[in-house]
């Protein structure tokens, strides 16, 4: 499960870098400015995704989905428990504090340098 999980996640990084790739079902949820650019990239790159604005999803939304990314946004218990199950989550600024701190997703933490 792991080994796929990277694999799709490098697979949305090589999109950027003009390498051929591998179709997947993505979420976004948040409230970055660019969300739409970062949608409308995804979706040129072959990706069919789902932007939920800035609600985070609820557990029929992550159903089928290979991918969720969580942008400046908190989830929910509904995204812990998918990521829990085995989700690849990608997440920025406090999504990702959410993720560490709020979720205890990883045994890690975030710190403000």
């Given at each position: 499960?792991?080994?796929?999980?990277?694999?799709?996640?490098?697979?949305?990084?090589?999109?950027?870098?003009?390498?051929?790739?591998?179709?997947?079902?993505?979420?976004?949820?948040?409230?970055q400015g660019?969300?739409?650019s970062i949608?409308?990239?995804?979706?040129?790159?072959?990706?069919?995704?789902?932007?939920?604005?800035?609600?985070?999803?609820?557990?029929?939304?992550?159903?089928?989905?290979?991918?969720?990314?969580?942008?400046?946004?908190?989830?929910?218990?509904?995204?812990?428990?998918?990521?829990?199950?085995?989700?690849?989550?990608?997440?920025?600024?406090?999504?990702?504090?959410?993720?560490?701190?709020?979720?205890?997703?990883?045994?890690?933490?975030?710190?403000?340098?």
């Amino acid at each position: 499960m792991l080994r796929s999980k990277i694999w799709v996640v490098g697979s949305l990084l090589a999109a950027g870098l003009g390498q051929p790739v591998v179709a997947a079902e993505l979420l976004v949820w948040g409230n970055q400015g660019s969300q739409a650019s970062i949608v409308s990239f995804l979706e040129s790159s072959g990706h069919t995704v789902t932007n939920l604005g800035n609600v985070a999803p609820t557990t029929a939304e992550l159903a089928n989905i290979d991918v969720a990314i969580e942008l400046r946004a908190e989830g929910n218990s509904d995204v812990a428990a998918w990521v829990s199950g085995g989700g690849c989550l990608i997440t920025e600024w406090t999504g990702a504090a959410w993720a560490l701190d709020t979720a205890n997703l990883l045994e890690a933490t975030v710190s403000s340098a």
